[in-house]
């Protein structure tokens, strides 16, 4: 040390020795409190608001309605055909329009919200939502032709299959925005059953409320009493509640460029070639299970009245396979939050196979005078199939690190395979000289094989949570006393793991805070 350098030293170890002996007493180096104050003030926090909560009752309110519409018309399929002059097959379109239009849609629905934010998509999906109600019921006017009738229920059905992927392509992104590692299964899950809950309900309703065009009036007024829950819906926290919440969305269009292999490494959006595979057997199985649910509840009256069932127990048998599920997905969502965390793939690999055994076993058992074995089978089937709904969701995300962009090509999926479902079945019914008259045997057995070809596939799953990791791992390494379980990133390289270069910068200085828990971020200098 120089001569020079002693009073320098002298100066530092006394104000230590200072600030030692006298803590509140004020620090003599300005320069020290400066710097401190200054990164003070630029540590944000990761944080739970409790009006999330309000958002998510919003969500399921309207993914409830939003659901009725492409399930309506399914158990009184053959009502409305006597009481529009129209045919079945015409009846069918009805619920294809839906699938049809969501298709675009749900693709759409991404784009939108980055530009615009959740809370402007719900608007425009509420609003949409309003309008086809009551165009819907215009077409009940008795003094319509059959063919002007049609073309209103045909209108009012687009406008439905608008509304509809918004409140479910958004699930995933708004638990990611808003929830947290212990609520963000639950949160996917429980938006993604409201939409066939909602479906499960039409189809409970639509044939207990009297004739067809009082049933399009009971359902034009629930679409209009809903419309408030609209307002319990935000756009984004202040500050963001995990890790993973802080990154700024990756557009679809990244999404698909990374799925063909035609991102860099060291691009935000990169997937890894068994990641490609993951999400591609991810997108079949969950568009093979939903589109073949959506099939039996567009279907059902046709299904299961050719051989003796009414159009009540119909509507039942779908409602069976909806609820059910949604009581295993309620009951199960919390423990894949806490305690399965990690095992969404076993998971996949343990419900699918049940789900196609159940569908096979429709072949035989739709029969004549078998309505307790049917709904038990509908149970099974819901039980194993609807559970697929919230995990395929947050698995699509996991290997991703795209929650909208996943979920609108996972529903999309779904919705592309009702429609195959629905035209292939309506083309395998039989003729009216058949025994019994118009029964759809061969469609189940097209049903049935479709299914457990695809269920074969889960095999080769790993499903990697990587989205789960990055979260974990940056937990870990903020608090080492925090119980969490940190699991091994060997593939997943820090600036290649789907984050924009903005929620690095974002991420590299904050906290995570949970109600009065803070915990502060490193600072990387």
Not at 149 to 169: D, H, K, N, W
Not at 339 to 352: M, P
Not at 504 to 510: A, D, L, N, S, T
Request: charged letters at 15%.
């Amino acid at each position: 040390m120089v001569i020079e350098d002693i009073p320098t030293f002298q100066s530092h170890a006394i104000s230590s020795m200072h600030s030692d002996l006298y803590p509140d007493a004020k620090a003599t180096d300005t320069s020290l409190v400066e710097e401190s104050k200054e990164e003070n003030e630029q540590l944000p926090v990761y944080r739970l608001y409790k009006r999330r909560f309000t958002g998510l009752v919003g969500f399921i309110l309207l993914g409830l309605v939003t659901g009725m519409p492409w399930a309506w018309f399914g158990p009184i399929s053959t009502d409305s055909a006597r009481a529009f002059h129209i045919s079945v097959d015409q009846v069918n379109w009805l619920g294809n329009i839906i699938s049809c239009v969501y298709l675009p849609v749900s693709l759409l629905v991404p784009v939108f919200c980055s530009r615009f934010g959740i809370r402007r998509c719900a608007e425009v999906g509420v609003v949409t939502l309003l309008i086809s109600g009551w165009v819907r019921y215009a077409g009940t006017i008795s003094s319509l032709s059959s063919e002007s009738a049609y073309t209103l229920l045909i209108l009012g059905q687009f406008f439905s299959a608008i509304s509809q992927p918004i409140f479910q392509v958004l699930g995933p992104k708004y638990s990611e925005t808003w929830f947290d590692l212990k609520g963000r299964t639950t949160a996917t899950m429980v938006i993604a059953i409201a939409n066939p809950v909602g479906g499960a309900i039409g189809q409970m309703i639509s044939p207990l409320v009297g004739t067809a065009r009082e049933s399009i009036l009971v359902l034009a007024i629930i679409s209009t009493a809903v419309v408030p829950a609209l307002f319990l819906i935000e756009n984004e926290p202040k500050t963001p509640p995990t890790y993973a919440g802080s990154k700024a969305s990756q557009s679809l269009y990244s999404l698909l460029c990374a799925m063909v292999g035609k991102v860099s490494p060291g691009d935000p959006a990169y997937m890894a070639p068994r990641e490609r595979v993951d999400f591609t057997i991810n997108a079949t199985l969950f568009g093979v299970l939903v589109g073949a649910a959506n099939a039996l509840s567009i279907l059902s009256a046709q299904y299961f009245e050719p051989e003796g069932y009414s159009d009540t127990i119909a509507g039942l048998f779908g409602a069976t396979l909806l609820l059910s599920g949604v009581i295993t997905g309620i009951c199960t969502a919390p423990l894949f939050d806490r305690v399965l965390t990690h095992h969404l793939g076993i998971t996949l690999k343990i419900l699918v196979p049940i789900s196609a055994a159940g569908w096979l076993s429709l072949i035989w058992a739709v029969k004549p005078d078998n309505t307790g074995g049917i709904f038990a089978i509908m149970a099974i089937i819901g039980i194993s199939s609807l559970i697929m709904l919230p995990v395929g969701l947050e698995l699509g995300a996991e290997v991703t690190r795209n929650a909208d962009g996943s979920a609108a090509i996972l529903w999309c999926s779904g919705n592309a395979f009702g429609i195959i479902f629905i035209l292939a079945e309506g083309a395998l019914r039989a003729s009216a000289t058949a025994s019994p008259p118009y029964n759809m045997h061969a469609a189940f057995i097209l049903h049935g094989v479709i299914v457990a070809a695809a269920a074969c596939l889960v095999v080769f799953v790993r499903a990697k949570q990587a989205r789960r990791e990055m979260d974990e791992r940056m937990a870990q390494h903020v608090d080492p006393n925090r119980n969490v379980e940190a699991m091994p990133m060997d593939t997943l390289a820090t600036a290649s793991s789907g984050q924009s270069i903005r929620s690095i910068e974002k991420e590299e200085k904050g906290s995570i805070q949970d109600k009065d828990d803070s915990i502060p971020l490193p600072d990387k200098r």
